[in-house]
């Protein structure tokens, strides 16, 4: 797949606000032909499914910074997990925001 494909909702549910809100920072940021509604909170962001490559990825990681004060690390261990999908990355940014 690539960066034109989007995944409908997952089967768990509809996209919460803060993911909605996370997604259209990701389609804002990468100016992504994809509307932030029509991205899978389950599917994979990096790679398969939404189609981000480690550039995209430190783009995002910038845009999370700037916008939530949360630092994310090139040489975290657990980045393939927080990046997995939208989902996990939401819930780390929620977990660790600056409040």
């Given at each position: 797949m690539n960066k034109l494909t989007a995944h409908a909702a997952p089967?768990?549910?509809a996209m919460t606000a803060p993911e909605?809100?996370?997604?259209?920072l990701?389609?804002?940021?990468?100016?992504?032909d994809v509307k932030?509604?029509?991205i899978n909170p389950g599917a994979?962001?990096?790679?398969?499914?939404?189609?981000l490559d480690s550039i995209d990825i430190?783009?995002?990681a910038l845009a999370i910074s700037k916008t939530y004060g949360l630092k994310l690390r090139s040489d975290d261990g657990d980045n393939r997990k927080i990046f997995a999908s939208l989902h996990s990355?939401?819930?780390h940014i929620q977990q660790h925001?600056?409040?």
């Open positions: 089967e768990s549910g909605a809100e996370l997604a259209q990701i389609v804002t940021t990468l100016n992504l932030a509604a029509e994979p962001l990096y790679g398969e499914g939404l189609g430190l783009e995002v990355l939401n819930q925001r600056a409040k």
